[in-house]
Structure formats: structure tokens, C-alpha cells
């Protein structure tokens, strides 16, 4: 049994050598619409040689009776499931490592939090990181789920064609992880799906497929997104079920399907990315020496 390193909330178990890692980060709530942005990362971490490595301790952070842990029996005997923030080390057979956290956005002590979110970015090594997430839109869910991408680092920005953080208002955890990130100059980006407004349950695999397609385009670490393609399938065979029944609704579809195919825009290609992303790091590399 691994003996783990307590330091306030945050735990700490052996962390094994990772090949110039990326730490990955999605967490429950706002910014994880239909519950695309944490399925996703747990897509990679279950098909990945993976260990946990680190815990936030869900003690200090929650207000339990909004959020109540959850009674399971295993193997006869109770057990509480508590909403731990955990990380795991996942071993890919791509020439990098992955580094993927995820948890439920915390009710107290954000800046707290946050801090130890940067902690965990500086002690796995991660030479950059991104937070997943998927918002509702006005979007068709019979076309393409876009993910967009915006980074605080003008460089980072330019190099993966990203636009740069311009809301002002209100803010989810995933905005204060940024900001602490740009603080401290470690590169951060993020990655958002669209996941149609009027379908805002969970799951959606199609806004999780979309994420996983372009984490593998970005980082260059395969993610089997093929994988969920029957689950797409099926899922947008229910969606048009519901759809042809109502004529209000195929009509709003349309109409949304219409605003789409007149705003098409070119992405750069999947190796682009990874290749901007290596040149990147490579120049922050040595502007470190």
C-alpha cells in the first residue's frame, strides 16, 4: 500500500515518472453541460495505464447540505462517497503522459482551491495544462459540436489559433483556475464544447466525442474517440425522436441548422496543433535556460 503525504487538503500519493506531462482538468457543474467535459476525461483515464496520484479533500470546500456525499454498500459493507477532487496519472503510448483531474465544482474557498490545482500542475511537471469544459448553445444537435479554445498567453494563443479571454461578469471555478495559471505564468488553455441548449442533460456523447477529438488534435496523445461513435448514433437517433414529434420543435432545429451552414469556419488540422503546441513549449523551454 502506498503511503500518502498529507499537506492541509491536498494528498499526495508516489507520483511515478511521467514523459513531459499535460495535466487535463474538468469539474461538475457550470462549465460541464450535459456532462460532456468530465466523461471525457474519464474516457481517457479509464483506457489509460493509470494511479492515483493526488486528493483534494472535499471537507473544506463543500456545504454538504447542498451537496450531501453519497451512502454505497460494497462487498456488504457502507461506505461514503465523498466529492473528492482526484488526479491520476495515466501512461499513454504516445511519447507524452497525461495528467487528468477531476471533481465537482467546489462551494467555498475558491482561492484556496485553486492554489492547490496549481500545486498539483507544479509537482506532476505538467508543461502545459487545459481545462475541458462544455457550455449550452444555440446550436443544432444534428451537425458537428464546435469546441472553441481561448488562452491567456498571447503566445500560446497565436501559436494554436486560440482566441484570448474576453468575458467580464460572473465566473465559474474554471475562470479562477485560469486566471491563477496566468498569474503565476504557467501555460494554461482551454477547451469548451457547445452542447445543444434544448438537450442540456446528461450524458451527451456527442459533445464528449467532439472534446476527445480535439484533446487528441491539440496534445497529439490518441483518446479512441472513434469509440463513442455507435453512442453518438444512438444519441442522435433519440434527439430526432423527440424533435419530429413536435412541429415547433423541427422548425427551431432548422432554423438553427440554417444559422450553422451559413457561419462555417476552418479549423487548423489536427497535426497543426500538436505541431504548434511542440513549438511552443520548445521556445518556453529556452527562454528557461
Given at each position: 500500500m ?37 466523461q ?25 447540505q ?21 488526479v ?14 477531476t ?12 492554489g ?62 485560469n ?6 505564468e ?38 479512441d ?65
Amino acid at each position: 500500500m502506498r503511503d500518502p503525504v498529507a499537506v492541509a487538503d491536498l494528498t499526495w500519493f508516489p507520483v511515478p515518472a511521467l514523459r513531459r506531462p499535460i495535466l487535463l482538468m474538468a469539474f461538475e457543474g457550470l462549465f460541464d453541460a450535459g456532462g460532456a467535459a468530465t466523461q471525457a476525461l474519464s474516457w481517457i483515464r479509464e483506457r489509460s495505464d493509470s494511479v492515483e496520484i493526488a486528493r483534494i479533500d472535499a471537507e473544506n470546500f463543500f456545504n454538504f447540505q447542498e451537496h450531501r456525499p453519497m451512502a454505497q454498500v460494497v462487498d456488504g459493507e457502507r461506505t461514503i462517497r465523498w466529492p473528492n477532487t482526484t488526479v491520476w496519472a495515466c501512461r499513454t503510448e504516445s511519447d507524452r503522459d497525461l495528467v487528468v483531474m477531476t471533481g465537482v465544482e467546489p462551494h467555498l474557498r475558491w482561492s484556496a482551491y485553486a492554489g492547490h490545482v496549481v500545486e498539483v500542475a507544479r509537482r506532476s511537471r505538467a508543461e502545459v495544462s487545459a481545462t475541458i469544459g462544455a457550455m449550452v448553445a444555440m446550436v443544432p444537435h444534428t451537425r458537428p459540436l464546435t469546441v472553441t479554445g481561448s488562452a491567456g498567453n498571447p503566445q500560446l494563443a497565436d501559436r494554436l489559433g486560440l482566441g484570448r479571454p474576453s468575458y467580464q461578469g460572473p465566473t465559474g471555478l474554471v475562470g479562477v483556475v485560469n486566471e491563477r495559471f496566468d498569474h503565476y505564468e504557467l501555460p494554461v488553455l482551454s477547451l469548451r464544447a457547445a452542447v445543444p441548449h434544448y438537450v442540456p442533460a446528461a450524458p451527451c456523447p456527442k459533445a464528449t466525442r467532439a472534446l476527445l477529438r480535439r484533446i487528441e488534435q491539440t496534445t497529439g496523445v490518441g483518446t479512441d474517440y472513434q469509440g463513442l461513435d455507435s453512442d453518438v448514433t444512438d444519441w442522435v437517433r433519440r434527439v430526432d425522436a423527440a424533435v419530429a414529434s413536435d412541429d415547433e420543435s423541427r422548425a427551431y432545429v432548422a432554423r438553427l441548422e440554417a444559422q450553422i451552414d451559413s457561419n462555417v469556419e476552418l479549423f487548423p488540422t489536427g497535426d497543426d496543433l500538436a505541431a504548434e503546441l511542440e513549438a511552443f513549449l520548445r521556445e518556453e523551454n529556452r527562454e528557461e535556460e
